[in-house]
Nanobody, 122 residues
């Protein structure tokens, strides 16, 4: 069982930056692939980024590649999403998720946080 709590969301102007954090509790955090997803009003939840348990591989959605960076600290049971050059279309609720097998689909992730709101004004 893994519990996830996101923080760091807020309101930022276009071109600005935010850093989201996800604190995990429970056993074997380092065994899980960690991912970030987002959901805008009226849209389906979509993949943003994922990182393998060993921190050796990361993968990003094309829409955020080059602007967002995912990282994890297994010693602190945290995963972060650094978001730079934010755009109004990045506005969404951002969710942290954990999976035993990595992927980009929501059904592949077993544990989810409650989400944190990110709003980018133009």
């Amino acid at each position: 069982q893994v519990q996830l709590v996101e923080s760091g969301g807020g309101l930022v102007q276009a071109g600005g930056s935010l850093r989201l954090s996800c604190a995990a509790s429970g056993r074997s955090f380092s065994s899980y692939y960690m991912g970030w997803f987002r959901q805008a009003p009226g849209k389906e939840r979509e993949f943003v980024a994922t990182i393998t348990w060993s921190d050796s591989e990361t993968y990003y959605a094309d829409s955020v590649k080059g602007r967002f960076t995912i990282s994890r600290d297994n010693a602190k049971n945290t995963v972060c999403l650094q978001m730079n050059s934010l755009k109004p279309e990045d506005t969404a609720v951002y969710y942290c998720a954990a999976a035993l097998v990595g992927g980009t689909r929501t059904y592949q992730y077993k544990y989810w946080g409650q989400g944190t709101q990110v709003t980018v004004s133009s």
